[in-house]
Nanobody, 120 residues
Framework: QLQLVESGGGLVQPGGSLRLSCVVSGFTLDQYSIGWFRQAPGKEREGLSC??????HYADSVKGRFTISKDNAKNTIYLQMNSLKPEDTGTYYC???????????????WGKGTLVTVSS
C-alpha cells in the first residue's frame, strides 16, 4: 500500500525557517514524481514543487526560498522553507504520481498534510 506521511509543521515567525518531511512507503522515490502542495484557509490548493529523479521545478511564489532534498535511504523527501511569510500559512501536502509525469496534471496519492502557521 502506497502511503505518504508529512511532518514538521508548526508555528514560526515571519522570516523564520521550517523543514517539512514526507516519508513514503510502498514505493521508492525514484519510482514516482513527488510534489509539494499547500492550501491556505479559504483558498485553492497551490502546487509548490515537483520532483522527478534529480530534477525539481518550483512555483514562482517559493522559488529561491524553498528547496527540495531527498534521502533515498530513508525514502524521505524534504521541503526546506526559508524566509517564511505570513502568506505561506497553510496545510502542506506531499503527493505522488507516476515517474516523469507532471505534478500539475493530477496526483495519484496524497498525504494527510501538516499545518504551517507563519505569524508573529
Amino acid at each position: 500500500q502506497l502511503q505518504l506521511v508529512e511532518s514538521g509543521g508548526g508555528l514560526v515567525q515571519p522570516g523564520g525557517s521550517l523543514r517539512l518531511s514526507c516519508v513514503v512507503s510502498g514505493f521508492t522515490l525514484d519510482q514516482y514524481s513527488i510534489g509539494w502542495f499547500r492550501q491556505a484557509p479559504g483558498k485553492e490548493r497551490e502546487g509548490l514543487s515537483c520532483s522527478s529523479g534529480s530534477s525539481t521545478h518550483y512555483a514562482d511564489s517559493v522559488k529561491g526560498r524553498f528547496t527540495i532534498s531527498k534521502d533515498n535511504a530513508k525514502n524521505t523527501i524534504y521541503l526546506q522553507m526559508n524566509s517564511l511569510k505570513p502568506e505561506d500559512t497553510g496545510t502542506y501536502y506531499c503527493a505522488a504520481v507516476g515517474y516523469g509525469r507532471r505534478c500539475d496534471l493530477g496526483m495519484d496519492y496524497w498525504g494527510k498534510g501538516t499545518l504551517v502557521t507563519v505569524s508573529s
